[in-house]
Nanobody
Framework: VQLQASGGGLVQAGGSLRVACAAS??????YAWFRQAPGNEREFVGA???????YYADSVKGRFTISRDNRKNTLTLAMNNLKPEDTAVYYC??????????????????WGQGTQVTVSS
């Protein structure tokens, strides 16, 4: 199983970026994005689960859109109206978590390598 993340970069506050993740090896019930800023724990950003149910962290709701292409086995996170506090390394994850674990690090067994998103003020 391999998760390959791409995208990200540097943008000014209020701008937009997109990160993508290509999964290979098998399909999973849920795919998610987490992020980790320096000195912080890895935090949940959003997830799409079986049946295309989508979940977001409150901090990104209304600004970020997560989507999943089952045919291509890819996961995309479109980020709009970015804020400096969105600066972090973004990680894609895949697994078969139960609902209570869907927003937790422990719910996912496979992780991409991370891609940097930097938002300047």
């Amino acid at each position: 199983v391999q998760l390959q993340a791409s995208g990200g970069g540097l943008v000014q506050a209020g701008g937009s970026l997109r990160v993508a993740c290509a999964a290979s090896g098998r399909t999973f019930r849920s795919y998610a994005w987490f992020r980790q800023a320096p000195g912080n724990e890895r935090e949940f950003v959003g997830a799409v689960s079986h049946g295309n149910r989508i979940y977001y962290a409150d901090s990104v709701k209304g600004r970020f859109t997560i989507s999943r292409d089952n045919r291509k086995n890819t996961l995309t996170l479109a980020m709009n109206n970015l804020k400096p506090e969105d600066t972090a390394v973004y990680y894609c994850a895949a697994g078969d978590p139960i609902l209570s674990n869907l927003r937790t690090y422990e719910g996912y067994h496979y992780w991409g390598q991370g891609t940097q998103v930097t938002v300047s003020s």
